[in-house]
């Protein structure tokens, strides 16, 4: 019996150091979201590190004092891989001009705060650019026109960035 009852007392002090583990944890990520929030877009991509390329075209393009306003934007984030995915030769080019640079990367931006559970239920948004991206849900996943949404809703205090897996490219005007 005796031993029974020091079983119960182990369980149940393990069961609490648990919920307090558990209850730490969550303290902390809340935490960590609630400072995000805080940094603006230009910040938060370029914290993440997977936005070299981008954090450097929004140089050339003069476009971080914009994305660092106040807003609310949304950003559709095209990752260093997605530049990469960029035929031989396009993004120098595209450094090297900043008019079609400026045109592509006002092309990922909406006005507004957008966020996933919004996205979803549009066809398309109309860019700054001027021109609209088409979205489609396929099989569990967002579209932005061919480009995958492989996260979203990374939010920051000017806005929410989504993010995408090839970068989009507008229709020539």
Same mark, same amino acid.
Do not use: R
């Given at each position: 019996?005796? =031993? !029974?009852?020091?079983? #119960?007392?182990?369980?149940?002090?393990?069961?609490?150091?648990?919920?307090?583990?558990?209850?730490?944890?969550?303290?902390?990520? =809340?935490? @960590?979201?609630? @400072?995000?929030?805080? *940094?603006? &877009?230009?910040?938060?991509?370029?914290?993440?590190?997977?936005? =070299?390329?981008?954090?450097?075209? %929004?140089?050339?393009?003069?476009?971080?004092?914009?994305?660092?306003? $106040?807003?609310? /934007?949304?950003?559709?984030?095209?990752?260093?891989?997605?530049?990469? *995915?960029?035929?031989?030769?396009?993004?120098?080019? %595209?450094?090297? =001009? @900043?008019?079609?640079?400026?045109?592509? #990367?006002?092309?990922?931006?909406?006005?507004?705060? +957008?966020?996933?559970?919004?996205?979803?239920?549009?066809?398309?948004?109309?860019?700054? $650019?001027?021109?609209? +991206?088409?979205?489609?849900?396929? $099989?569990?996943?967002? /579209? &932005?026109?061919?480009? *995958?949404?492989?996260?979203?809703?990374?939010?920051?205090?000017?806005? +929410? &960035?989504?993010?995408?897996?090839?970068?989009? &490219?507008?229709? !020539?005007?």
């Amino acid at each position: 019996m005796l =031993n !029974k009852i020091n079983i #119960l007392k182990s369980t149940l002090v393990l069961l609490i150091s648990i919920m307090i583990i558990n209850s730490t944890i969550f303290a902390v990520d =809340n935490t @960590k979201e609630s @400072k995000s929030e805080q *940094k603006d &877009i230009v910040a938060v991509t370029v914290e993440a590190g997977s936005f =070299n390329t981008l954090a450097t075209a %929004l140089q050339a393009a003069n476009l971080v004092e914009t994305l660092q306003g $106040e807003g609310p /934007y949304t950003v559709f984030a095209p990752t260093d891989e997605a530049f990469a *995915k960029l035929p031989e030769g396009t993004l120098e080019a %595209l450094l090297k =001009n @900043k008019e079609a640079l400026t045109q592509i #990367l006002l092309y990922h931006v909406v006005s507004g705060k +957008v966020t996933s559970g919004e996205v979803v239920k549009l066809e398309s948004a109309k860019t700054v $650019e001027g021109q609209e +991206v088409m979205i489609k849900v396929s $099989e569990g996943s967002v /579209y &932005i026109n061919d480009s *995958k949404v492989t996260s979203a809703d990374v939010m920051a205090s000017n806005g +929410v &960035i989504h993010v995408i897996d090839t970068v989009l &490219i507008p229709e !020539k005007k």
